[in-house]
């Protein structure tokens, strides 16, 4: 399988509904909620495309484009980007869909760097 079908095989599609015990004040989606997330997205994206023990090692610019009301539907979308040594970068985007319409729209977009490790907990070549 080439890099390609790789990239393609490992995309991560995960849907939550956004209910109130996970907004704030605003009635609307925690940024920390949605960063984690986010992060979990990646995550399973990053050990889908290598199949190995992989960390986060950080968290590039997130933007946070539109709120996320209470009483939505998220769709969170995560890709492999790049494929480094013992790196890859997988870019996630969070889009909002309101649950008895057709509407839907981008809200946040970020990209998460993971490094593959061995048992000892040190980096080793992405295979």
């Keep these: 399988m080439n890099i390609e079908?790789?990239?393609?095989?490992s995309r991560t599609t995960i849907f939550k509904?956004?209910?109130?015990n996970t907004t704030n004040h605003y009635d609307t989606?925690?940024?920390?909620?949605?960063?984690?997330?986010?992060?979990e997205t990646a995550f399973i994206t990053a050990t889908r495309f290598s199949r190995q023990q992989m960390v986060t090692?950080?968290?590039?610019?997130?933007?946070?484009?539109?709120p996320i009301p209470a009483g939505?539907?998220?769709e969170l979308d995560g890709c492999v980007t790049h494929v480094g040594n013992t790196s890859l970068k997988v870019k996630v985007d969070i889009f909002v869909e309101e649950m008895y319409?057709?509407?839907?729209?981008?809200?946040?977009?970020?990209?998460?760097?993971?490094?593959?490790?061995d048992e000892n907990k040190k980096p080793v070549k992405i295979i």
């Design 17 to 20: 509904a956004v209910f109130p």
């Design 101 to 117: 319409t057709d509407f839907r729209e981008k809200a946040v977009s970020g990209e998460f760097t993971f490094v593959a490790i």
């Design 72 to 74: 939505t539907i998220v």
């Design 5 to 9: 079908q790789k990239i393609e095989k």
């Design 29 to 39: 989606l925690f940024g920390g909620t949605a960063m984690q997330l986010m992060d």
């Design 57 to 66: 090692v950080s968290s590039d610019k997130i933007d946070f484009k539109k």
